[in-house]
C-alpha cells in the first residue's frame, strides 16, 4: 500500500459548487497532516495543517480527519476558477524511532479544475 | 507566516557546467531543509534533508557527489547541480518546518519558489 494516497484526477467542478479531495494514508501513527496547493510551475503553498479528529475551518476551506480510518479531506466551498490547481494532501510519518525521523510524505496530488 | 526564500527563480546553464542554488529563511531559523526536485506533470520528489553543521542525508538513488549540499549556518542551505545535463533539467524547490505551536517535527514544511534549471 502507497504511503499516501490521492486519486490524480482531474476533478472538474463548476464555479460555485463544494469541491471534495480525499487522501488516505498508511500509517496509523501519524500525528499532523497538511494540504498544499500548486499551481503549474509554481512551488507548493500551505493551505491547511489538521491535527486532531474532526473539521477544521479556515474560510471557504474545510479540512476532515478520521485517524481510525486513516482518512483526511479537503473541502472547497464556493470554488472559484482561481482554485484550479494541484492539490497535494502531506502527511508526516515515522520512519524510524525517534522524533528526528519523521519524514513529511506527499500524495501524487489531485488536479482540480473549476468551471465558470 | 513563515517564509523560504530561493535564488535563482530560473538558470539557463551549459551541459557539463555547475549551478548552485541558494535556499534561505528569513523569519525563522532552520537546522533543518528539504530539497525537492519535481520533473513536468510529476510529484514532488524528496532528493536530500540539508542539517546544518552536518552531512546532508539523501535518498535513495540520488547521487551525492553530483548534488552537493551545504548548509553552513541556520539560515541558509545550497544546493549545487555539479557536472549538469540536460536530464538534470527540472524544477528544484527548497522547504523548511517552522516551529508553529506544536513539535518541530509535526510543524508543516514552508517551499521557497522553485529554481527551474534548463541545461542546454
Known amino acids: 500500500q502507497k504511503e499516501v494516497e490521492q486519486n490524480s484526477g482531474p476533478l472538474s467542478v463548476p464555479e460555485g459548487a463544494i469541491a471534495s479531495l480525499n487522501c488516505t494514508y498508511s500509517?496509523?501513527?501519524?500525528?499532523?497532516f497538511f494540504w498544499y496547493r500548486q499551481y503549474s510551475g509554481k512551488s507548493p503553498e500551505l493551505i491547511m495543517s489538521i491535527y486532531s479528529n474532526g473539521d477544521k475551518e479556515d474560510g471557504r476551506f474545510t479540512a476532515q480527519l478520521n485517524k481510525a480510518s486513516q482518512y483526511v479531506s479537503l473541502l472547497i466551498r464556493d470554488s472559484q476558477p482561481s482554485d484550479s490547481a494541484t492539490y497535494l494532501c502531506a502527511v508526516n510519518i515515522l520512519k524510524n524511532s525517534g522524533g528526528s525521523n519523521y519524514k513529511l510524505t506527499f500524495g501524487k496530488g489531485t488536479l482540480l479544475t473549476v468551471n465558470p | 507566516g513563515a517564509v523560504v526564500s530561493q535564488h535563482p527563480s530560473r538558470v539557463i546553464c551549459k551541459s557539463g557546467t555547475s549551478v548552485k542554488i541558494e535556499c534561505r529563511s528569513l523569519d525563522f531559523q532552520a537546522t533543518t531543509m528539504f530539497w525537492y526536485r519535481q520533473f513536468p506533470k510529476q510529484s514532488l520528489m524528496l532528493m536530500a534533508t540539508s542539517n546544518e553543521g552536518s552531512k546532508a542525508t539523501y535518498e535513495q538513488g540520488v547521487e551525492k557527489d553530483k548534488f552537493l549540499i551545504n548548509h553552513a549556518s541556520l539560515t541558509l542551505s545550497t544546493l549545487t547541480v555539479t557536472s549538469a545535463h540536460p536530464e538534470d533539467s527540472s524544477f528544484y524547490i527548497c522547504?523548511?518546518?517552522?516551529?508553529?505551536?506544536?513539535?518541530?517535527?509535526?510543524?508543516?514544511?514552508?517551499f521557497g519558489n522553485g529554481t527551474r534549471l534548463t541545461v542546454t
Open positions: 522547504s523548511a518546518r517552522a516551529p508553529e505551536g506544536k513539535s518541530l517535527y509535526n510543524s508543516p514544511l514552508h
Open positions: 500509517d496509523r501513527v501519524s500525528q499532523s
